[in-house]
């Protein structure tokens, strides 16, 4: 039987900052096992850590540090970056381990540590549990002796390598120098960065949420409010917005008129660009069980396969890399697009899009809607303790809601990875049964989590 990991969730480790596990104390402990772990051969072993703009991180970000020159690693400090920029400097640097300090799309009040191997792409389940044990284990007689101590530095190019990195990714020859953007970089990671990468790419640029104060990271702005960002596009006139969330690793558009355009739209877009240009490799994209049906159905009218895994972006690059594809992402807006890099990259999507506006010349209203969803909700049902999902009630509602859609549709209830939440989610043909089903659930969930969150 395999071993659960205790810290490790979808995407590293993530927690209620000063916390347990989010603590000095634990991100100490995971800096000496990771840089063990990853010290292979007799050269001189490095780290690169980046962050976003979260409070916490001035906390966590030095008991890293002291960790891994604990173990005998040297430590690359680059600051507030994207969590892609992280993967690539890991790469770029012939790092042997990338930290990204950040806990993505969630409130500042949190924060996370994602981790990266040599190759800059996250870890697998076995890794990660391998240093869990040896973060629980008696690690004094390991730690590198005073003369092999490792050092720490800062560098000060980090963010001009990732801005010269994301602007090839855009085709030469083609500019941006007729197109307004508006950009809302939630108070993040890619405050500066992403503007930056658009303007020097000829566009007009809005930028929104580049005012970081440690508090207001995804505080009503980035990929998860985007009330403002479709505001903003409508009032400025603008030809596209951008949403990002805190570590910019997904990304979320809105056309010209301020309507929203998901994950699932732009796999389908840039899918079907890149097949119409030879470009897409395996013939199709990978994306989660998340991802709507009507995505699948567009995808298989165009001869293309949808390949889809358990919810994280990570479990999608794994099988893009081991499939051979180059295209892949989830609904939230993880776009992982291979030939560029090794995780999501919210910016990198984005400029897909917006190459394709440029080529064809027509407003993202009609380059954006690439097929007709089929109609899903999504709800999410906060709890506290042990999960209701165990509940004999919760099980028997399930039971009869996957009748009542029977082949009609589908229904999928799972426990987030990184917040203590329920998310359930249902799509079918009839609007009317899946918000039904969807309420109807909702509330036996949360009534089977009443008494917990009470005691709490």
């Not at 702005?221 to 903003?232: F, K, N, V, W």
């Not at 099980?395 to 809601?401: N, S």
């Amino acid at each position: 039987m395999t071993t659960p990991r205790r810290l490790f969730g979808t995407d590293g480790i993530r927690g209620t900052a000063n916390t347990d596990p989010m603590t000095a104390e634990v991100a100490l402990r995971l800096g000496q096992a990771a840089g063990l772990m990853f010290t292979r051969g007799a050269h001189r072993h490095r780290v690169v850590i980046g962050k976003d703009t979260r409070l916490s991180g001035y906390m966590l970000e030095p008991a890293l540090t002291a960790g891994f020159i604990g173990a005998g690693m040297d430590v690359t400090l680059v600051g507030p970056l994207p969590t892609p920029a992280i993967a690539m400097l890991t790469r770029s640097l012939r790092a042997d381990l990338g930290v990204m300090i950040s806990a993505s799309h969630n409130p500042f009040e949190d924060n996370g540590i994602k981790l990266f191997d040599p190759d800059g792409c996250k870890l697998s389940d076995e890794t990660e549990r391998e240093i869990e044990a040896l973060m629980a284990a008696d690690l004094a007689h390991r730690l590198a002796p005073p003369r092999a101590l490792g050092r720490a530095a800062r560098l000060e190019d980090a963010a001009g390598r990732y801005i010269e990195a994301a602007k090839a990714t855009f085709p030469r020859g083609l500019r941006l120098d007729d197109l307004r953007i508006v950009i809302d970089c939630a108070n993040g990671a890619a405050y500066r960065v992403a503007p930056t990468v658009l303007w020097e790419l000829g566009a007009s640029v809005i930028p929104i949420g580049v005012a970081p104060d440690g508090f207001n990271i995804n505080q009503g702005c980035g990929s998860t409010a985007p009330d403002h960002l479709r505001e903003d596009v409508r009032r400025h006139g603008a030809d596209l917005g951008i949403a990002l969330d805190g570590d910019a690793d997904r990304v979320l558009l809105c056309d010209e008129r301020g309507e929203l355009i998901d994950g699932d739209q732009i796999l389908a877009l840039i899918a079907r660009s890149w097949a119409a240009s030879g470009r897409l490799a395996g013939g199709g994209v990978v994306a989660t069980v998340m991802s709507n049906l009507g995505l699948e159905r567009f995808l298989g009218s165009a001869g293309l396969r949808l390949h889809r895994t358990q919810v994280g972006d990570r479990y999608v690059a794994e099988r893009m890399r081991a499939d051979g594809m180059n295209v892949g992402g989830e609904q939230s807006g993880h776009m992982i697009l291979s030939d560029y890099a090794t995780t999501g990259d919210g910016l990198v999507a984005a400029l897909q899009v917006l190459a394709v506006l440029v080529e064809q010349g027509r407003p993202a209203s009609a380059v954006g809607r690439v097929f007709d969803p089929l109609p899903q909700v999504l709800r999410n049902v906060r709890f506290s303790g042990a999960s209701p999902l165990r509940a004999r009630a919760v099980r028997a509602a399930i039971e009869a809601a996957e009748a009542r859609l029977s082949t009609a549709g589908r229904l999928l209830i799972r426990p987030s990875g990184t917040e203590p939440l329920i998310r359930v989610m249902a799509e079918a043909e009839d609007p009317a049964l899946v918000g039904a089903i969807v309420d109807e659930l909702c509330a036996v969930i949360a009534a089977a989590a009443q008494p917990a969150a009470d005691a709490a």
